[in-house]
């Protein structure tokens, strides 16, 4: 537990939270491993849990069924991965595949979730995390998108 | 090729010094170029002279022994336009312009004045940077190629007869670009450098000149070999002249020439302040950089996008203007290919194409791009506005979009169009 | 100013679309040599004349490599060249990399695309320098895997001491084992130390719009990042007026600029 409160407490994206959230959030952490080649989760899952990456490479993907899945972003250590527990309907939207051994902290989504809903000034301080994450994400998927080395 | 008295020569010789004593004071110097000093030579009584208006002919006479090809304003298609002549029966003689934006018509004049108009739809640039010029020919050989290096290069060189101030002015700075600047072009450098400058300067305005605003005239500044201003009244239809180098100095020695009077030259000089005060137009440079600068996004861009055509009359028409385009043929064998250069203009479509589309698409980019070049660009690439003050745009735009009210829109924050 | 002759001496394939050529100069011509960052102007009998990065090694002389993407007529023209065929070059023209400037910083090379055709020689000339530069730090993005150029080279730069490259794709397969999303993701694994730092940007203009404003936001000071810029060019020497940007003419003022110089013409749509 303290080596888990430890690595909360310095990882990038809690900085600046105070230590009793800090102590909110080793509440709901555990520590967690994924093989190489495991799915860490599938699309239409229930998404309850966000991952802190520690170790590791993951990629975020979509299929479709005529071709094999194709990677829209990969993701290493320091990284957060999952945002979808965090608004309803609670499912993940698209699979992330572990393409290297992976060890993360896994956050319980249901549990933070209610905590935020008791503790509103909790509740602001990872809503404030989670929208510069997806806020990231989504400029680099627009840059994507545009698929800036095409000659039209 | 060219008689000893004609040829470019920064000797002192014995020829020059007779005619320094007989002019007192003249000072030859070198010609030609955008950097020509007129050294000592100022408007003074003492350096100028007259001769009758028939004496051009002798004039024109003394270019072609010379070896020159005379160019000078000719009547053709309803306009003034620069030819090749050797008399000056073919000269407007009794003719002028009137201009209004879009608008450009030819008059009778009272008198039988040789320039008694003011600019028309072309400049000197068909001359220097020729609207079509081959850039080199080349030969295939097995796999590879030769290139042949046989173009047709220019052995007459050209005596211009008529270069208005405003011309002037355009010459210079079309020299600092060509031939001032990292690489000189030889094309226009090869017509350039033996062409001889005969100034005549302006005693009327069109209503489209704004030479005056821009600093560039009526009087006629550095770069002539010859300056003529020309006269009528009590002392019959004459010239006063002076020389801006020896080149003209030599070609005026060959006139029945008579120093000039001190009315002469007062009549010259009303003449040509008469023509600047006449000028209705008129662009305020202050700040002007900045302000196009500054304004990349205010609406009066779009306002002149209704209005323009992306024509390029205006860049056709501009004597500052020098965009080029290429183009690669080959004959039918594909064994023979050639490189030519023509005029281009950044209003057209694929001026700034880069693969996958254009940079400029819509007419506003583009006009703006032109204006901006023209008024502001120009100072931090060149030294000085490209713009002369001609009028030339205004008149020859077809829909009469007018550079200067443009200009006043941007500076007062004005949205709507005057048309 | 006329082409001078020469010969292909070598096509080789980087990606479906993108060929490298090395030519010599024909027989009696002196070759020339060049900057990187320069350009020249090569000439397809018959067909056309572009302006090509060199993106070869600036200290083998007598040579000149340039990586061409065919997007059009007369860039196919260029690269199904045969070995042997004639290509007519003009130059070297343009500014080049400040590789004087980073002597003794860090060099941070980032490339989107066939950007990195012409940071290629700057890569070379810190390899061939060693002691004259700090770290060199290499990021590179393509649309996906098989757009990668040089990526025997890039793996073989990796290796080099004091030498971290970072390559990533916008799209991936499975068996795509690096990363996948733009170049800007990339800089949170580089090791980069802006205060001491030279970085030189070459891709689509969206891509070096966005990794500038990046770097900056990372302490990197403007007028220690460049930008190769492109625009229409028909002559090369700055008379044709194609290549204006604002007051530069990227042909002679340019290719390469300082991001202090092309902050305020970035932004602005239709320039």
Known sequence: METLERIIAEHAFFAGLDSEFTNLMVGCASNVRFKKGDYIFREGDPADTFYLMRNGKVAVEIFAPQHEPIIVATLEEGEILGWSWLLPPYQWKHQARATEDVRAIALDGKCLRTKCEQNHDLGYEILKRFARIIEQRLEATRLQLIDVYAVR | MLPEGLRLTSERKPGIQSFRRLLGGLVAGETAFATHEEVGIGRGMNSTVTFAATELQTLIGALLRGGYHVIGPTLRDGAIVYDRLESINVLPGGWTDEQAPGHYHLKRREDGAFFGYTVGPQGWKTYLHPPEVRLWSAQREGQTFRILNNEARPNVPLAFLGVRACELAAIALQDRVLLGDKYRDRIYAERRDGALLIAVQCAQSASTCFCASMGTGPAASGGADAVLTELSGPGGHRFLARAGSSRGAELLMQLKVTPATESDVQQAEAAVDAAATAQTRRIDCTGLKEILYQNFEHPRWENVATRCLTCANCTMVCPTCFCTSVEDTSDVTGNHAERWRRWDSCFTQMFSYIHGGSIRTSAKARYRQWMTHKLAAWIDQFGSSGCVGCGRCITWCPVGIDITEEVRALRDGDTHGNS | ?271
Request: net charge positive; with cysteine.
């Open chain 3, 1 to 271: 100013m006329l082409p001078h002759p020469y010969v292909v001496r070598e096509v080789s394939k980087e990606t479906p679309d993108t060929f490298t050529l090395r030519l010599e100069p024909e027989a009696g011509v002196n070759g020339s040599s060049f900057q990187p960052g320069q350009f020249s102007m090569l000439w397809v009998f018959g067909v056309g004349e572009l302006p090509i990065s060199i993106s070869g090694n600036p200290s083998e002389h007598n040579q000149l490599v340039y990586t061409v993407r065919s997007v059009g007529q007369a860039t196919n023209a260029l690269v199904t060249q045969a070995v042997g065929g004639g290509i007519g070059v003009r130059g070297p023209f343009g500014t080049g990399w400040p590789v004087e400037k980073a002597r003794g910083r860090d060099v941070i090379v980032i490339a989107g695309g066939i950007g990195l055709a012409p940071l290629r020689p700057v890569v070379y000339e810190v390899l061939q320098n060693r002691e004259r530069y700090g770290r060199l730090v290499i990021l590179y993005g393509a649309r996906s895997p098989r757009d990668l150029l040089y990526r025997k080279e890039l793996a073989a730069w990796a290796r080099q001491r004091e030498t971290q490259v970072l390559v990533t794709v916008d799209y991936g397969g499975m068996s795509w084992r690096g990363h996948v999303g733009v170049v800007t993701t990339l800089f949170k694994y580089a090791r980069l130390k802006p205060s001491n730092s030279t970085a030189m940007v070459c891709g689509p203009e969206i891509m070096m719009r966005f990794v500038t404003r990046e770097l900056e936001s990372q302490g990197l000071d403007r007028n220690n990042l460049y930008l190769s810029m492109e625009r229409n060019m028909k002559c090369g020497v700055g008379s044709c007026g194609h290549c204006q940007y604002g007051p530069h003419f990227i042909c002679k003022d340019g290719p390469v600029f300082s991001y202090e110089q092309m902050r305020p013409l970035l932004e602005k749509y239709e320039l």
